[in-house]
C-alpha cells in the first residue's frame, strides 16, 4: 500500500517533534532532580506544594502563568517546559506542513481545515484566551 | 489523600513511576491509553493536587500519542484524512473543557471524575463483545470530504477497503469526548475507538490507529491550556510519562501470554475502584 506524500511528510516531523519533545523533557527533568541548575523552587520544597490547587500553588509559589515562566529560564524546573512546548508545537508545524501539500493538490476543504485547527492550536498556546 | 511528609521528596516521583509502569502494561494490554486510568487511580491515592494530575494525563496521553503517531501512519494503519475534522472537532472540546475544569470547585471535580470513570468502566462492559459492523456507503458529509480508502489488514494478508457513516454524529461525539477528555485529563482513547467503530463504522484496527492520531492534536489543545494555567509539575509528569511508556513496552511483549479479554476485566476493576475512590473524596470521604 502507497502513502500520500502528506501522510509521509506528517509521519516525519511527527517523529522528529516526539523524539526532541521528549530528550527535551527527560533530559531537563534530570537536570531539575539532581540540581545541576538552580531551580525556581527545589524539589525538595515541592510536597509542600503538590497538593494545594494551581491558584494556591501559583501564589505560594510566585510561578507564573501564560509564557512568563520564560522570563524564569534556564531556572531547571521551568527548562522542562521547553520539552512540552516542543511537544506542543509539533502538530502546528505538521499542519503548516500540510497547508502546503493540501494546496498544491488544490484540496481546498482539507486547506481551511487546516487553517481552523492552526487557529485553535495557536489560540490555545497564546494563552490569550487565560 | 496521602501525607506527602510519609515518604522523603524522591520517593514520590519513584513510586509514581512504579505505579504508572504498571498502569502502562495494563493500558497496553487491554488496548485503551494510560491516561483513563492515570488520573483516577494518581489523584486518588496520591498526594497530588488533581489540577496537576490532570495536567500530566494529559501529558501523558499526548506523548503516547505523538510517538505512536508515525509508525501507525507509515504502517497505513491510521487516516490522516479521518482524524483531521475529528480532531478539530474535539481539539475546540479539549481546550472548552480544559478551561471548564479548570474553572470548577475540586469537590465538584472530584465528583464529576468518578462519575465519568464508573460510565467509562460501564462502557467497557457494556462494548466488550461488541463485533464491528461496517460503514457499507459513505454519508454525504464523509462523501464531500473523501473519507474512504484503504488499510492493510495482516491477519488476513489482505487490503481492505473502508469508509464512515454518521459524519456529524461522529463529529459531535468527537466535541464532547474533547470536553470530557480536557476537564479531566482523560486522554481520549477509550471513547475514540467506539465513536469511530460504532458509530461510524470504521473497522477496530484502522479506529485505534486514527485514535491515536486524533488524540495527538486533541491533547496538545488542552495541553497548551494547562501550560498556560500553570498546572503543570515536571516531577509529575516526566515520571509518568517514562513509567507509562516502558510499561506498555513491557506489556506488549505480555501481550501473548495475557488474552486482551483478561486484561479488560482488570482494567473495569481497576475503574471501578478509582471511580468509587474518587466519588467519595468529592463526598468529602
Redesign the interface.
Given at each position: 500500500?502507497k502513502?500520500?506524500r502528506?501522510?509521509?511528510a506528517?509521519?516525519?516531523w511527527?517523529?522528529i517533534?516526539?523524539r526532541l519533545?521528549?530528550a527535551a523533557?527527560?533530559a531537563?527533568?534530570f537536570i531539575?532532580?539532581f540540581d545541576l541548575i538552580p531551580p525556581g523552587i527545589p524539589?525538595?520544597e515541592?510536597?509542600?506544594y503538590?497538593?494545594?490547587?494551581?491558584g494556591q500553588?501559583?501564589a505560594a509559589t510566585h510561578?507564573?502563568?501564560?509564557?512568563g515562566w520564560v522570563a524564569r529560564l534556564p531556572q531547571s524546573?521551568v527548562l522542562?517546559?521547553v520539552g512540552?512546548?516542543i511537544?506542543?508545537a509539533?502538530?502546528?508545524a505538521c499542519y503548516a506542513r500540510l497547508i502546503v501539500d493540501y494546496a498544491a493538490e488544490r484540496d481546498w476543504?482539507?486547506v481551511a481545515?487546516?487553517i481552523?485547527?492552526l487557529a485553535?492550536?495557536a489560540?490555545?498556546?497564546s494563552?490569550i484566551?487565560? | 489523600m496521602l501525607d506527602p511528609t510519609l515518604l522523603p521528596w524522591w520517593a514520590w516521583p519513584l513510586l509514581l513511576f512504579a505505579v504508572t509502569f504498571l498502569l502502562g502494561i495494563v493500558a497496553v494490554i487491554g488496548g485503551i491509553g494510560g491516561g483513563v486510568l492515570f488520573v483516577p487511580i494518581v489523584a486518588g491515592f496520591l498526594p497530588f493536587h488533581l489540577d496537576f494530575v490532570r495536567g500530566a494525563g494529559l501529558l501523558l496521553a499526548l506523548s503516547g500519542a505523538l510517538s505512536a503517531g508515525p509508525s501507525l501512519l507509515r504502517g497505513g494503519l491510521a487516516s490522516l484524512r479521518l482524524a483531521m475534522p475529528l480532531a478539530l472537532a474535539g481539539s475546540i472540546g479539549a481546550i472548552a473543557g480544559a478551561f471548564l475544569g479548570l474553572a470548577m470547585p475540586t469537590r465538584v471535580l472530584q465528583l464529576s471524575l468518578g462519575i465519568v470513570v464508573l460510565a467509562i468502566a460501564a462502557l467497557m462492559w457494556a462494548t466488550r463483545h461488541a463485533g464491528e459492523t461496517l460503514a457499507r456507503t459513505p454519508d454525504r458529509w464523509a462523501a464531500a470530504l473523501g473519507l474512504s480508502g484503504r488499510y492493510p489488514e495482516a491477519s488476513q494478508g489482505t487490503i481492505v477497503a473502508w469508509t464512515v457513516h454518521r459524519t456529524p454524529a461522529g463529529l459531535a461525539a468527537f466535541a464532547v469526548i474533547g470536553v470530557i477528555g480536557g476537564m479531566f485529563g482523560l486522554g481520549a482513547g477509550w471513547a475514540n475507538v467506539p465513536a469511530l467503530t460504532l458509530l461510524m463504522g470504521l473497522p477496530l484496527k484502522l479506529a485505534v490507529g486514527t485514535s491515536g492520531l486524533t488524540m495527538s492534536i486533541m491533547n496538545t489543545s488542552a495541553a497548551w491550556v494547562y501550560l498556560n494555567e500553570g498546572a503543570l509539575l515536571p516531577i509529575l509528569h516526566v515520571p509518568s510519562i517514562l513509567g507509562v511508556m516502558l510499561g506498555a513496552r513491557f506489556g506488549v511483549r505480555m501481550l501473548k501470554r495475557i488474552e486482551a479479554q483478561t486484561a479488560r476485566y482488570i482494567i473495569i476493576a481497576v475503574l471501578l475502584i478509582a471511580g468509587g475512590r474518587s466519588l467519595l473524596q468529592g463526598f468529602g470521604i
Open positions: 500500500m502513502l500520500e502528506h501522510e509521509k506528517y509521519a516525519r511527527l517523529a517533534g516526539a519533545g521528549f523533557l527527560v531537563s527533568f531539575y532532580l524539589p525538595t515541592l510536597p509542600r503538590w497538593g494545594l490547587p494551581v500553588y501559583l510561578a507564573s502563568t501564560g509564557w524546573d522542562n517546559f512540552v512546548v511537544l506542543g509539533t502538530s502546528i476543504i482539507y481545515i487546516c481552523a485547527q485553535v492550536l489560540t490555545a498556546a494563552g484566551l487565560n | -
